[in-house]
């Protein structure tokens, strides 16, 4: 069964303080693998497509890297508008669809 | 228009009444779909559509839940006699169909069923 862990649930750090989020996977033939953030009362932002193992993106801060298990988004040097639950999301399979992680709550305190 | 557009953005009703809550895609989408996310949770698979068609509809909690989509563009999902539990932000999404399209999400329908 395709399925998607992220974790931790929630991380706290400080603001310049770095780290990464992780996001493993179960799916038979990925096509790929998504980031997204989520702000409260608004819908979840794209950020990144990762299609294969090896493969890295990166966009301000962020940077997302995958392997044939899991995926990381690496936080660096964050900021407090960085705070934000960030969800990670596979397609693979016989169709097209999305398989969701439950999300990371990242807090950055000034 | 240029992103997906979800209304009413709100919505209060009463236990027991229906409501219609509508998704107009990207232009070109054929792949939509529509979440559910409680207050503090992920999100959970309701329904996909590609083109006219919904290949799963696994999601659906009930058979009070149902949607449809027309013309390969606007969306409707209606909730029959809404009980609280009900309560919830109502999302949609809607991408190209293919390999490793991202999908773009509506700001979401914040259904309160008092």
Partial sequence: EDQVTQSPEALRLQEGESSSLNCSYTVS??????WYRQDPGKGPEFLFTLYSAGEEKEKER?????????????????????????????????????????GTKLIIKP | GAGVSQSPSNKVTEKGKDVELRCDPISGHTALYWYRQRLGQG?????????NSAPDKSGLPSD??????TGESVSTLTIQRTQQEDSAVYLCASSWVGEGTEA??????????V
């Fill in chain 2, 43 to 51: 999100l959970e698979f309701l329904i996909y559509f590609q083109g």
């Fill in chain 1, 62 to 102: 962020l940077k997302a890297t995958l392997t044939k298990k899991e995926s990381f988004l690496h936080i660096t040097a964050p900021k407090p508008e960085d705070s934000a639950t960030y969800l990670c999301a596979v397609q693979g399979g016989s169709n097209y669809q999305l398989i969701w992680g439950a």
């Fill in chain 2, 104 to 113: 773009f999400f509506g700001q979401g329908t914040r259904l309160t069923v």
């Fill in chain 2, 64 to 69: 009070r839940f149902s949607a449809e989509r």
């Fill in chain 1, 29 to 34: 033939g990925l096509r790929g693998l998504f």
